[in-house]
């Protein structure tokens, strides 16, 4: 591991954060624009046919500050998330949006990270397996299976893998997070954190169980771009001058290919906080197919409500998302790889 | 007998578009304490031949027969876990390209300690690193580089490394595969001394190649020319400078430049054949000024006179006395 | 020097019969399943053996889904629709709305493209990272928000989409008109004094055209995927329209109970037409020599 002395580390953590700002800034105004081309206000876009008194709905729109000028709104809102506050609900009036996202986001979170993983691991196995028989049947097998991987229509997937998983084998349960028989208690709202923390295994792999179909489904799709990034990669490195002076010394082959996967590994990297995005989007449909109550699915469910404050606070929240894990991937792109320079 | 001996060695690269044949029923004796340069112009087989001997061709290659007797055993029919103890303890190699020749996100100490491990030259990590400081000290560069990338030094001081790296592991023989060609003129015959220095303290063989016949002269005890995938002539230094017997190693000597005369310098007219179809007779009669009927038709013999070795039909009636 | 720039394309049909070249097969094999896919659509009111929205059964048998058979090759729904016709008819929207969305985003971020990356000021910055933030944001979250904005219907779906992809055309055309602008031919161009639309549409635009057809596979399957999650969750046509990400929708309750026809064929349709335009895209990609992101 390379030695890092704070400083300049720290140093270019910031100025990483701060160049995420105007990303997270300019979807937040594209989504307030978005929501304010919707005709007549939000609240009447709510309701719909639904009557309400015209006292009433004037009181919802002065709640909601919608009788302010736009720019006043703009800042205002803003603010609010800057605080924590993404607004109240236009259906369940007065609800806080924050107290709901706050509920839902650690099951997206639990989710994505293992849908991620796998994804990585998919990857860098088929891809590696790919580079070391290039050329051969497997090669242009896994070529063509990771096309296919990435075409995979998410719901479809899922179902499939809830047939066969779910309903014929009846090895793994189709939907939620947890059974109901099993009691867990909550930390972190990350289930199988929270499981080992309190040491509940029961717990742990009842959660796990409920982990694996969605979580496979992300990962199997997503996986594709990595087997195909890896597999270049790989080839490249491993036909490269330095692997082949590792093997004039003498060192073992399962050694070299360390070496060599460590280095492929690196443009990788780089790749993570694109795959990651596309894998929340990913996400919405998986929660939506297997019942999983994260951000995903509550944004679906507020979209058929047409709750549009709701929706504008989960887009963000996922803005947000978004922002810090490329920020994450930055730091870790920094770390591993000692020719970058801060 | 001697420490390496090669004998009928073919080397060839399947491509689709035919079979180079790299390296041609290629014969070659190295004594211990010998510096035997080769020499050759570029594609003439040399690296080919020098990474036949540990067997680290890069696909496709492949060695379709002949033998390399190391000490005795042939290398060629070596199990692959079994020559890897021979590579880096027995015989060493460094590359021509220093920036590309080192894994650029492991410290140097990390790859160089690395190897003194795998052999069970060093009994811990302790001990590698400190005999690794040893080795960056040995080429001139100060222990404390051991944590530094890659990246942080210059090309010749990547190239010490390199030769840090196999001379650490003590081999008998070193490999140098066009190891200065990658840099500048002044580094260059630093790495030339150090090299020679090197071979002395720790009493190495060296084959070195390259396709600078003048950098073969100064430092050699033999050299040995290759054109088209043969060895076209092998004589001690001084003959062959001297006396070069082939035409082709007398067009590579008109072709470099002499400091202390002004002739001329004259290149080889044509180019080295295709290797997928090489010209019938000997290699070299579509160049050679001196070509007549036979060499169109037949391949000359690598014949032997009085302690050097030449392949060309001029020299036929001597060789047959003998 | 124009030769450094790459080959022009030259398309046509017998062209790319004809001859070897990597990718070819690749290419082929997604034409065919797309114009398959096209075709069965357009022919779906000839060849459906039932209206995709009636009743095909007996009144007995409503509201169980009744498994394959002769008379019902994929079986049919609780309201007794036959599966089969709606499968024929059931790629007639998601057809329009990614052909539309393609049409808007190209018609937009290609010359956003070009003229940004061509000029390369400070309308240029400030449109990159407008894109560069709108093209790192999941894009089916984003297309759900602008479509439940607008209302379910295929015309506001296309709309959606083409937000999320205009930035895909937009960067890719981008990054090869500032390659190209670099390269010598173009100054030369300018320094005969051609007036700048004439050089950006005769020595820019053909250079960039062969992205422009890698991008259109590529991001034609990302499309076809999204348009597929806003039907599914009823974001671009109401039941009982035919459409196979909405149908997927609707077979959600039932297969678990073991109707999976309800679920099989709409989403295998989908995954079939999202690979049809992957494979077009890589074959083209391999075969221009273009290296891709994914
Ligand atoms: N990986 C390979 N695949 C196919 N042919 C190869 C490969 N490597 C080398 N060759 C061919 O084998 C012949 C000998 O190559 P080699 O690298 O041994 O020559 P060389 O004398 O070392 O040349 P140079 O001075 O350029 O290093 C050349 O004709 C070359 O084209
Ligand atoms: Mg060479």
């Given at each position: 591991m390379?030695?890092?002395?704070?400083?300049?580390?720290?140093?270019?953590?910031?100025?990483?954060?701060?160049?995420?700002?105007?990303?997270?800034?300019?979807?937040?105004?594209?989504?307030?624009i978005?929501?304010?081309?919707i005709?007549?206000?939000?609240?009447?876009?709510?309701l719909?046919?639904?009557?309400?008194?015209?006292?009433?709905k004037?009181?919802?729109?002065?709640?909601?500050?919608?009788?302010?000028?736009?720019?006043?709104?703009?800042?205002?809102?803003?603010?609010?998330?800057?605080?924590?506050?993404?607004?109240?609900?236009?259906?369940i009036v007065?609800?806080?949006?924050?107290?709901?996202?706050?509920?839902?986001?650690?099951?997206?979170?639990?989710?994505?990270?293992?849908?991620?993983?796998?994804s990585?691991?998919?990857?860098?196995?088929?891809?590696t397996f790919?580079a070391?028989?290039?050329?051969?049947?497997?090669?242009?097998?896994?070529?063509?299976?990771?096309?296919?991987?990435?075409?995979?229509?998410?719901?479809?997937?899922?179902?499939?893998?809830?047939?066969?998983?779910g309903v014929?084998?009846?090895?793994?349960?189709?939907?939620?997070?947890?059974?109901?028989?099993?009691?867990?208690?909550?930390?972190?709202?990350i289930?199988?954190?929270d499981?080992?923390?309190?040491?509940?295994?029961?717990?742990?792999?009842?959660?796990?169980?409920h982990?694996?179909?969605?979580?496979?489904?992300?990962?199997?799709?997503?996986?594709?771009?990595?087997?195909?990034?890896?597999?270049?990669?790989?080839?490249?490195?491993?036909?490269?001058?330095?692997?082949r002076?590792?093997k004039?010394?003498?060192?073992?082959?399962?050694?070299?290919?360390?070496?060599?996967?460590?280095?492929?590994?690196?443009?990788?990297?780089?790749?993570?906080?694109l795959?990651?995005?596309?894998?929340?989007?990913?996400?919405?449909?998986?929660?939506?197919?297997?019942?999983?109550?994260?951000?995903?699915?509550?944004?679906?469910?507020?979209?058929?409500?047409?709750?549009?404050?709701?929706?504008?606070?989960?887009?963000?929240?996922?803005?947000?998302?978004?922002?810090?894990i490329?920020?994450?991937?930055?730091?870790?792109?920094?770390?591993?790889?000692?020719?970058?320079?801060? | 007998?001697?420490?390496l001996?090669?004998?009928?060695?073919?080397?060839?690269?399947?491509?689709l578009?035919?079979?180079?044949?790299?390296?041609?029923?290629?014969n070659?004796?190295?004594?211990?304490?010998?510096?035997?340069?080769?020499?050759?112009?570029?594609?003439?087989?040399?690296?080919?031949?020098?990474?036949?001997?540990?067997?680290?061709?890069?696909?496709?290659?492949?060695?379709?027969?002949?033998?390399?007797?190391?000490r005795?055993?042939?290398?060629?029919?070596?199990?692959?876990?079994?020559?890897?103890?021979?590579?880096?303890?027995?015989?060493?190699?460094i590359?021509?390209?220093?920036?590309?020749?080192?894994?650029?996100v492991?410290?140097?100490?990390d790859?160089?300690a690395?190897?003194?491990?795998?052999?069970?030259?060093?009994?811990?990590?302790?001990?590698?690193y400190?005999?690794?400081?040893?080795?960056?000290?040995?080429?001139?560069?100060?222990?404390?580089?051991?944590?530094?990338?890659?990246?942080?030094?210059?090309?010749?001081?990547?190239?010490?490394v390199?030769?840090?790296g196999?001379?650490?592991?003590?081999?008998?023989?070193?490999?140098?595969?066009?190891?200065t060609?990658?840099?500048?003129v002044?580094?260059?015959?630093?790495?030339m001394?150090?090299?020679?220095?090197?071979?002395?303290?720790?009493?190495?063989?060296?084959?070195?190649?390259?396709?600078?016949?003048?950098?073969?002269?100064?430092?050699?005890?033999r050299?040995v020319?290759?054109?088209a995938?043969?060895?076209?002539?092998?004589?001690p230094?001084?003959q062959?400078?001297?006396n070069?017997?082939?035409?082709?190693?007398?067009?590579?000597?008109?072709?470099?430049?002499?400091?202390?005369?002004?002739?001329?310098?004259?290149?080889?007219?044509?180019?080295?054949?295709d290797?997928?179809r090489?010209?019938?007779?000997?290699?070299?009669?579509?160049?050679c000024?001196?070509a007549?009927?036979?060499?169109?038709?037949?391949?000359?013999?690598?014949?032997?006179?009085n302690?050097?070795?030449?392949?060309?039909?001029?020299?036929?009636?001597?060789?047959?006395?003998? | 020097?124009?030769?450094?720039?790459?080959?022009?394309?030259?398309?046509s049909?017998?062209?790319?019969?004809?001859?070897?070249?990597?990718?070819?097969k690749?290419?082929?094999?997604?034409?065919?399943?797309?114009?398959?896919?096209?075709?069965?659509?357009?022919?779906?009111?000839y060849?459906?053996?039932?209206?995709?929205?009636?009743?095909?059964?007996?009144?007995?048998?409503?509201?169980?889904?009744?498994?394959?058979?002769?008379?019902?090759?994929?079986?049919?729904?609780?309201?007794?629709?036959?599966?089969?016709?709606?499968?024929?008819?059931?790629?007639?929207?998601?057809?329009?709305?990614?052909?539309?969305?393609?049409?808007?985003?190209?018609?937009?971020?290609?010359?956003?493209?070009?003229?940004?990356?061509?000029?390369?000021?400070?309308?240029?910055?400030?449109?990159?990272?407008?894109?560069?933030?709108?093209?790192?944001?999941?894009?089916?979250?984003?297309?759900?928000?602008?479509?439940?904005?607008?209302?379910?219907?295929?015309?506001?779906a296309?709309?959606?989409?083409?937000?999320?992809?205009?930035?895909t055309?937009?960067?890719?055309?981008?990054?090869k008109?500032?390659?190209?602008k670099?390269?010598?031919?173009?100054?030369?161009?300018k320094?005969?004094?051609?007036?700048?639309?004439?050089?950006?549409?005769?020595?820019?635009?053909?250079?960039?055209?062969?992205?422009?057809?890698?991008?259109f596979?590529?991001?034609?399957?990302?499309?076809?995927?999204?348009?597929?999650?806003?039907?599914?969750?009823?974001?671009?046509?109401?039941?009982p329209?035919?459409?196979?990400?909405?149908?997927?929708?609707?077979?959600?309750?039932?297969?678990?109970?073991?109707?999976?026809?309800?679920?099989?064929?709409?989403?295998?349709?989908?995954?079939?037409?999202?690979l049809?335009?992957?494979?077009?895209g890589?074959?083209?990609?391999?075969?221009?020599?273009?290296?891709?992101?994914?």
């Amino acid at each position: 591991m390379p030695r890092i002395s704070l400083g300049p580390l720290a140093r270019y953590i910031i100025i990483r954060a701060l160049m995420i700002i105007p990303t997270i800034l300019i979807l937040y105004t594209l989504v307030f624009i978005i929501l304010r081309i919707i005709p007549g206000n939000p609240v009447e876009a709510a309701l719909g046919t639904r009557y309400i008194p015209p006292e009433i709905k004037q009181r919802m729109i002065e709640q909601l500050g919608l009788n302010k000028p736009l720019y006043v709104q703009y800042f205002q809102y803003l603010l609010g998330v800057l605080h924590g506050n993404f607004g109240t609900s236009l259906v369940i009036v007065g609800r806080p949006i924050s107290a709901d996202l706050k509920n839902r986001f650690p099951a997206t979170l639990e989710l994505a990270v293992w849908g991620f993983t796998l994804s990585v691991i998919i990857g860098l196995t088929t891809g590696t397996f790919a580079a070391l028989k290039r050329g051969s049947k497997t090669d242009s097998a896994l070529r063509i299976l990771s096309i296919i991987a990435y075409t995979l229509f998410i719901p479809w997937f899922g179902m499939m893998l809830q047939l066969i998983f779910g309903v014929y084998l009846h090895w793994l349960p189709t939907s939620g997070r947890l059974s109901a028989r099993v009691s867990l208690h909550p930390i972190t709202g990350i289930y199988t954190l929270d499981a080992l923390l309190t040491g509940n295994w029961p717990a742990f792999i009842d959660a796990v169980k409920h982990l694996i179909l969605p979580s496979l489904t992300l990962g199997i799709v997503l996986s594709g771009a990595y087997t195909r990034l890896v597999r270049t990669n790989m080839s490249e490195v491993l036909a490269s001058d330095f692997i082949r002076a590792y093997k004039a010394r003498g060192i073992r082959d399962r050694k070299v290919l360390l070496h060599a996967l460590r280095n492929a590994f690196i443009p990788v990297v780089t790749m993570m906080g694109l795959q990651f995005a596309i894998l929340l989007g990913g996400a919405v449909l998986t929660e939506t197919t297997f019942s999983w109550p994260g951000i995903g699915s509550y944004l679906v469910e507020k979209v058929s409500l047409r709750d549009y404050t709701a929706i504008q606070g989960t887009i963000i929240l996922f803005a947000f998302f978004v922002g810090l894990i490329s920020l994450i991937v930055d730091i870790i792109y920094a770390l591993i790889d000692p020719r970058i320079r801060y | 007998m001697a420490l390496l001996e090669i004998r009928g060695l073919n080397v060839e690269y399947p491509t689709l578009s035919g079979i180079v044949r790299a390296v041609v029923d290629a014969n070659l004796e190295v004594e211990g304490g010998e510096w035997v340069s080769i020499v050759g112009e570029s594609g003439s087989g040399k690296s080919t031949l020098a990474y036949s001997i540990t067997r680290l061709l890069p696909p496709p290659g492949r060695i379709r027969s002949g033998s390399i007797l190391y000490r005795g055993v042939d290398l060629v029919k070596l199990p692959e876990r079994e020559l890897r103890k021979y590579r880096g303890p027995e015989i060493g190699m460094i590359f021509q390209d220093p920036m590309t020749s080192l894994d650029p996100v492991r410290t140097i100490g990390d790859q160089i300690a690395e190897a003194l491990l795998e052999h069970g030259i060093a009994k811990d990590k302790a001990e590698a690193y400190s005999l690794a400081g040893d080795a960056l000290e040995e080429v001139g560069i100060p222990r404390n580089r051991l944590k530094s990338y890659p990246h942080q030094l210059s090309g010749g001081q990547r190239q010490r490394v390199l030769i840090a790296g196999a001379v650490a592991l003590n081999p008998r023989i070193l490999i140098a595969d066009e190891p200065t060609t990658a840099l500048d003129v002044v580094v260059q015959a630093k790495i030339m001394d150090l090299l020679e220095e090197l071979k002395e303290k720790h009493d190495m063989t060296i084959i070195f190649i390259t396709h600078d016949i003048a950098l073969a002269a100064e430092r050699s005890t033999r050299i040995v020319v290759m054109y088209a995938g043969h060895i076209m002539e092998d004589a001690p230094a001084e003959q062959l400078v001297e006396n070069p017997l082939h035409p082709y190693t007398q067009g590579l000597l008109n072709a470099t430049p002499d400091l202390w005369s002004d002739k001329r310098i004259e290149s080889i007219p044509g180019y080295p054949p295709d290797l997928r179809r090489p010209p019938p007779g000997c290699p070299f009669h579509p160049r050679c000024p001196r070509a007549w009927g036979l060499c169109r038709s037949e391949k000359p013999a690598l014949l032997d006179l009085n302690g050097r070795r030449v392949a060309c039909h001029l020299y036929r009636r001597e060789g047959a006395g003998r | 020097m124009a030769r450094i720039v790459g080959r022009p394309i030259g398309f046509s049909l017998a062209g790319m019969l004809r001859g070897r070249y990597p990718g070819k097969k690749m290419m082929l094999t997604g034409i065919f399943i797309i114009l398959f896919i096209i075709m069965i659509s357009i022919l779906a009111p000839y060849i459906s053996p039932y209206p995709p929205a009636q009743r095909s059964v007996p009144i007995s048998q409503l509201g169980t889904p009744q498994p394959p058979s002769w008379k019902h090759p994929m079986g049919t729904n609780n309201l007794g629709y036959d599966m089969f016709s709606r499968i024929l008819y059931g790629g007639r929207v998601i057809l329009y709305v990614v052909a539309l969305a393609a049409a808007i985003s190209l018609g937009i971020g290609v010359p956003l493209g070009l003229v940004s990356g061509f000029y390369a000021g400070k309308l240029d910055r400030i449109l990159s990272v407008t894109m560069d933030s709108i093209y790192a944001f999941p894009g089916i979250i984003l297309a759900i928000a602008i479509a439940s904005v607008l209302g379910p219907s295929p015309k506001n779906a296309a709309i959606s989409l083409s937000v999320v992809y205009i930035p895909t055309y937009y960067r890719m055309v981008r990054g090869k008109t500032l390659e190209i602008k670099e390269m010598l031919f173009i100054e030369a161009a300018k320094s005969l004094g051609l007036p700048d639309r004439i050089t950006l549409l005769r020595h820019v635009l053909p250079n960039v055209a062969p992205i422009i057809l890698v991008v259109f596979g590529l991001g034609s399957t990302d499309a076809i995927l999204t348009e597929a999650g806003l039907s599914f969750f009823g974001l671009t046509v109401t039941y009982p329209k035919p459409d196979w990400g909405l149908d997927l929708y609707m077979g959600k309750d039932y297969f678990l109970s073991g109707a999976w026809w309800l679920v099989f064929f709409p989403g295998l349709m989908i995954t079939l037409l999202a690979l049809g335009f992957a494979l077009l895209g890589e074959g083209l990609a391999e075969k221009l020599e273009i290296r891709t992101e994914r």
